[in-house]
């Protein structure tokens, strides 16, 4: 190992914190991955690392050490930083001692390799990062093939849909790319295309969401394109009993991806660990 | 109007700063709603405004004027602020222009008044405000009747619950209230409990979510006490398909509220307004 990084003007330490900002990421093509939990999966999901800094006194539970040993193992240089620039290079307000940083991975469609009648999840033109992340996460335990962001104003590889994400950035295949490639490359597939959208006429729950289907949410406050409003094949929403007119993007896509994974498991023979109530 | 206030270490300044504080909420018994759309719905939901401050440079849209001749109207003070102090006393990055100090409202069982066979969601132990606010939006969408919040260390008055709330923390039925006084109350109207864990073997899907029903939501990180998991009459899970083992907190609400709505608007008569796909 080489020798501990003590101040917080250390070149490298002045790296890290401008790879918060996204122009320096893009032009750099790397991006930080913070905490045990995200460093754990990113290793697990054979995400390039070019380096790992640890801080040992920042450390919270007994694991650190084979994290950071697999990590040492696979050749990538660990290095060890004092506390105070520790924190300064930290997104977290409490950091846990284990930031990394990562090479950008292929986001185009060549990324993708959908199976039979694949679940995806469309997001357009998504602005927060908090709400990507948190989609990510959901379309993994949703089982989804593959999640497509249309247009993005945020980019996936921002401190906080890595956050958001727990992990699942690494995990659930993603294409960020323009909404009119995603209309002709789900057509192609003949990948059903559901858009949501307060507008629609049929409930999400009254749509026969089996088989290739992906489904295409929009931004909170202005909703989808006209692109994919005229070129989705079906237009569906959520009923709202309330006050309120719409619920999180996050949220519906949640909502709706469920509702999907309701219907196609009722296609499927009863688990053997599953019992009724 | 008063005169303007344009100095940022003026003392209503400082007093707006200070409420972001918990403790100072909890002796003053005051909090802070920010921006056009919490104000609004606050004044629609009739809560008792102390004070309207208002920057009209900050301003975003046209009706600004209408709400603030409400306010005023109803006989609630209205500030004139600077912008600089303004932002101060913002918790917004982006102010829009009009802040309120609202008088906190019951929060005990008191202020609940249940239909026959309500829905209610029950969150315990919840830290992060904008989770709460978004279950709170989330449940106003889902049509609940009321929303129980248990042994919280986040209080309702937190200002990122009132914006991640849209608002609703002002239109849904709330208390803040013990586990064990929940578990009583709900068991004295015969409301079926359902607790959502990772270790349930029936699925929510699987489970008959119509009549009086709560559905009770864990904390992310350490899920729900033993109170709850031995003294809800069900357990239940959502799927999980992939890599991570969980879901967001209001994300796992927000999936089983919504299969709460499809059960129970599968027993009723079709809409007039829906159509077959």
Not at 190 to 202: D, G, L, N, S, Y
Request: aromatic share 6%; proline share 6%.
């Amino acid at each position: 190992m080489s020798d501990p990084i003590t101040s917080p003007t250390n070149p490298q330490i002045k790296e890290l914190v401008r790879l918060r900002d996204r122009r320096h990421r893009d032009r750099s093509g790397a991006f930080v991955v913070e905490g045990y939990r995200a460093v754990s999966r990113a290793v697990d999901a054979n995400i390039e690392l070019e380096r790992l800094y640890i801080s040992p006194d920042l450390f919270l539970g007994p694991n650190e050490d084979q994290l950071i040993d697999r990590v040492a193992g696979a050749g990538t240089p660990v290095i060890e930083v004092a506390v105070e620039p520790f924190r300064k290079a930290a997104y977290r307000d409490r950091p846990e001692g284990l930031l990394a940083v990562a090479r950008q991975f292929d986001t185009t469609f060549d990324s993708l390799a959908l199976p039979t009648d694949p679940l995806v999840l469309v997001v357009e033109a998504i602005e927060k990062p908090g709400n990507l992340g948190t989609m990510l996460r959901t379309a993994d335990a949703a089982g989804c093939a593959a999640v497509i962001v249309c247009d993005p104003t945020t980019d996936p590889f921002n401190p906080n849909v890595v956050r958001a994400s727990t992990g699942m950035l690494f995990v659930v295949p993603l294409a960020v790319v323009s909404t009119e490639e995603t209309i002709r490359w789900l057509r192609e597939r003949a990948i059903t295309t559901f858009a949501t959208t307060p507008e629609a006429e049929t409930l999400h729950t009254d749509a026969a969401l089996t088989g290739g289907v992906a489904i295409v949410v929009g931004t909170e406050q202005y909703g989808l394109s006209d692109s994919w409003l005229d070129g989705a094949d079906h237009r569906i929403r959520i009923p709202m009993a309330g006050t309120a007119d719409s619920l999180n993007a996050a949220m519906a896509a949640g909502i709706t991806l469920f509702e999907a994974v309701r219907q196609r498991d009722a296609g499927r023979l009863p688990d053997s660990d599953s019992t009724g109530m």
